[in-house]
């Protein structure tokens, strides 16, 4: 079988103007980056926003394991199977980071049949919007050591500056850091931390900025430190903010591309689910839905991070609400979260299936909870049987009265997945969503996040240390206490032992530090051992990457 990267170079993509006119955007309105990818003119997307939105369908999955679930494949696929079907569609996708493409997770342009292309290109550096987002997040940290080295006229407490550095790329070592070293000439010394560019809070305010003018009234948000007698510094304090705002404006406007099928997608913004919010940019979205009847979205990682914060952050903050909710699984996947193990995950196992079962069935019941109706996506792999099939499709029908649907996109691309796509048009077509989220605005910071801990984790309750539980007093007192929580955990688990597979009950999730993103509108809670900064796994993807002598690049998946 050829790899991803020989599929998608050995299939003819149309002009980037081409897919434009299938979705009807005049090419004057296209700012080219080669042949097949384009940003949209921001002034052609303020004109679309008069227009009605289309349908807007969740895509979701199980707690991924090491089987493989392909939630990014499933999202691709069922995009070109709604074309296929007759459906105006596009697709709204997050930017892959460079820190899993060379590292241990891999890209996320889907994979097989069903891509976006050019995949090489999307992977490695894009367009530079995570460049662009990257050097935003550091004027902002040199201009607040610059302003203390230049006499601290705002009384900067240097003891209690909060905001690191980023960098797009896993490194361990970067985690903890002293910055100033080497005398007065230098600065001052002082802690800090770098983490990766997709938990910046620049990268979520990116991704939920309404527009331009929205994007600067939240960096000029950002608490950056606070001054010796506890008020805070923000970046519009530092006057930061045209700069950043600067830095930022061409990686504002939407990049577009395609599927390999010739399905328009956007691609655009990409902050992790474990660690920060993960979905792709609020623009990117608005702008899908004001050109299509149908858009396909994600949200990272298990229906317990990314599709939670999808609903209780995105769509609070901006009224989306999703017309329909897939989660996608396979059944090698269910069968690890039985206790079976991945060498052996090809031979047929009925009583796994059976037990990893609990995993789905939460997190579709989840999904319920929130008011979306749901349809289950099983990605086939040539090991399944149908034996095992009609297991997981009698639990879903029987238990949750959910349809499950065998999809085969990734060998057969949009042809593959037009069972799939039907049975999500009929779930749109018979269910009215009046949507209901996890806690309320008027609800404690702390009891916010025991909400989402018992609620969707199915936990007993929270362990809040004493330095994380003063935090959240502190913002509640300081007003604060109205932001919704972005809850950062080990993806691998309702729990945060990532070992802890299927649906674990009765658990404890211990918060460990509190951080405030105020730009972005949210407070993170991190949980357990989980890290703002991966690291690289002991073999690293890096070491497969070359390029070859005509300039290709080779080994990337």
């Known amino acids: 079988m050829p790899t991803d990267i020989e599929i998608a170079r050995s299939t003819p993509l149309k002009t980037i103007t081409d897919i434009a006119a299938s979705i009807d955007i005049p090419s004057d309105v296209l700012n080219p980056y080669g042949r097949y990818i384009a940003k949209l003119d921001r002034s052609f997307i303020a004109q679309l926003m008069d227009r009605p939105r289309g349908k807007l369908i969740l895509v979701t999955a199980i707690s991924p394991t090491a089987a493989g679930e392909g939630k990014t494949t499933t999202v691709i696929g069922l995009g070109d199977a709604l074309k296929r079907v007759g459906c105006k569609t596009m697709l709204a996708l997050r930017e892959p980071s460079l820190g899993p493409c060379f ?15 050019p995949m090489d290109a999307i992977n490695l550096h894009f367009t530079g919007d995570f460049h662009a987002i990257s050097a935003a997040h550091n004027l902002l940290a040199a201009m607040v050591d610059n302003h203390v080295y230049w006499g601290n006229e705002l009384n900067i407490d240097t003891r209690r500056i909060n905001w690191g550095r980023v960098v797009d790329m ?22 800090s931390r770098y983490d990766i560019t997709v938990a910046s809070e620049i990268m979520a305010i990116f991704c939920l900025a309404k527009d331009f003018d929205d994007l600067q009234e939240r960096l000029a948000r950002i608490v950056v430190a606070e001054t010796t007698d506890r008020q805070p510094v923000t970046a519009g304090d530092l006057k930061a903010v045209g700069a950043m705002a600067a830095l930022l404006a061409d990686a504002m406007q939407p990049n577009l591309v395609q599927t390999l099928e010739g399905t328009p997608a956007l691609v655009h913004g990409g902050p992790f689910a474990n660690i920060a919010h993960g979905c792709n940019s609020v623009i990117a979205t608005e702008t899908a839905l004001r050109l299509a009847d149908y858009v396909v ?9 990314g599709a939670e914060k999808f609903l209780d952050i995105k769509c609070r903050q901006t009224g989306l609400s999703p017309d329909a909710c897939v989660v996608v699984a396979t059944l090698r996947a269910l069968k690890m979260h039985g206790g079976v193990a991945k060498a052996d995950l090809a031979h047929e196992d009925i009583e796994a299936l059976k037990r990893g079962f609990a995993n789905l069935e939460r997190h579709v019941k989840n999904m319920q909870s929130f008011g979306l109706p749901v349809v289950v996506a099983l990605n086939h792999f040539v090991t399944d049987t149908e034996a095992e099939f009609a297991v997981v499709r009698d639990l879903c029908r029987d238990r949750l009265g959910v349809e499950a649907i065998f999809s085969s996109h990734w060998s057969d691309g949009g042809a593959g997945a037009e069972k799939l796509a039907r049975q999500v048009i009929e779930a749109i077509a018979s269910s009215a969503v009046n949507l209901k989220l996890t806690y309320s605005d008027d609800q404690p910071l702390t009891e916010k996040i025991r909400s989402v801990a018992q609620k969707i984790y199915g936990a007993a309750d929270i362990a809040v240390e004493a330095s994380a539980a003063a935090t959240l007093a502190k913002l509640e007192k300081e007003g604060w206490g109205n932001l919704p929580v972005c809850i950062a955990k080990t993806q691998y688990s309702f729990s945060t032992d990532k070992n802890l597979m299927g649906a674990p009950s009765g658990h404890i999730i211990p918060i460990r530090e509190i951080r405030l993103s105020a730009g972005a509108g949210f407070v993170v809670a991190l949980c357990g051992d989980i890290m703002t900064m991966p690291g690289l796994p002991r073999k690293p993807a890096a070491e497969a990457i070359s390029v070859t002598r005509d300039g290709l690049v080779d080994g990337l998946f």
């Open 170 to 191: 896993n490194d361990r070592a970067l985690r903890d850091i002293v910055v100033g070293l080497g005398g007065p000439s230098n600065g001052y010394s002082h802690s």
């Open 103 to 117: 590292g241990q997770k891999g890209g996320a342009t889907g994979g097989g049949r069903s891509q976006v292309a």
């Open 297 to 305: 979205t994600e949200a990272g990682f298990g229906a317990d991070l």
